[in-house]
């Protein structure tokens, strides 16, 4: 993640991988030492706010590591999906490579990065149920030296950046499925080569793939 994207997590002191736990004791640290009514400065108390309303939701968490926006800093006036398409455009461009359709070589990248999301979902899937099996496995014998489960701190946090993860999988998901609308507007008037039409199985396989993509989010807590 990018310095500019970390700005959150310095205002609570936290690492970026921070369970819900760890967000939720450094913030009231925070919000307990700099609240107005004990003499603190009204605006840090904003900030650490802001940083603790942002990361505590797994949706809003997801939208700052993806585009760095958060509430209390105005959003691009462009869509993710628009994001999307200019920065593959950029991309294609920068490549110095002049053949071929350039509408085609985006919509093969999207497609492409949407194949990598479905594989990357089901992995997250697999590790998020088998978290949750090995949190119930190791019990914690009390004793003096540490009050805390340390076994479950390691799972709690993992579970929370699986979450964390597959929420931005969907966000990102969501985008392509908006560029790849955005780019069916598009066509390369004068490519370098003929593009190679599609077959009619292919329009159908892919046009399953996306129908697939479309399925409800997924959910922990009803999926597993």
Not at 95 to 109: P, Q, T, W
Request: charged share 35%; net charge negative; proline share 4%.
């Amino acid at each position: 993640m990018s310095e500019d994207k970390l700005y959150l997590y310095d205002i609570l002191n936290i690492d970026e991988n921070a369970s819900k736990a760890e967000i939720k004791d450094s913030y009231r640290r925070l919000a307990h030492k700099h609240h107005p009514d004990k003499g603190g400065d009204e605006e840090v108390f904003k900030e650490i706010k802001v940083a603790y309303e942002t990361l505590i939701d797994p949706k809003k968490r997801a939208q700052y590591h993806l585009t760095g926006d958060y509430d209390g800093v105005p959003e691009s006036t462009l869509t993710r999906g628009e994001q999307l398409v200019i920065e593959t455009f950029a991309l294609i461009v920068n490549k110095d490579d002049f053949s071929g359709d350039y509408v085609v070589k985006a919509r093969d990248m999207f497609e492409e990065a949407m194949r990598k999301m479905v594989s990357q979902r089901e992995e997250n899937r697999h590790n998020y149920k088998r978290s949750q099996i090995l949190l119930k496995r190791i019990k914690k014998v009390k004793d003096t030296d540490h009050e805390d489960n340390l076994w479950s701190q390691v799972l709690e946090s993992r579970i929370a950046n699986l979450q964390s993860d597959t929420d931005r999988i969907t966000i990102e998901h969501d985008a392509c499925i908006e560029a790849l609308a955005i780019l069916d507007k598009y066509h390369d008037q004068d490519p370098d080569e003929e593009p190679v039409p599609r077959k009619v199985d292919e329009i159908i396989n892919l046009k399953q793939f996306l129908n697939s993509m479309d399925s409800p989010e997924f959910n922990p807590e009803r999926d597993l």
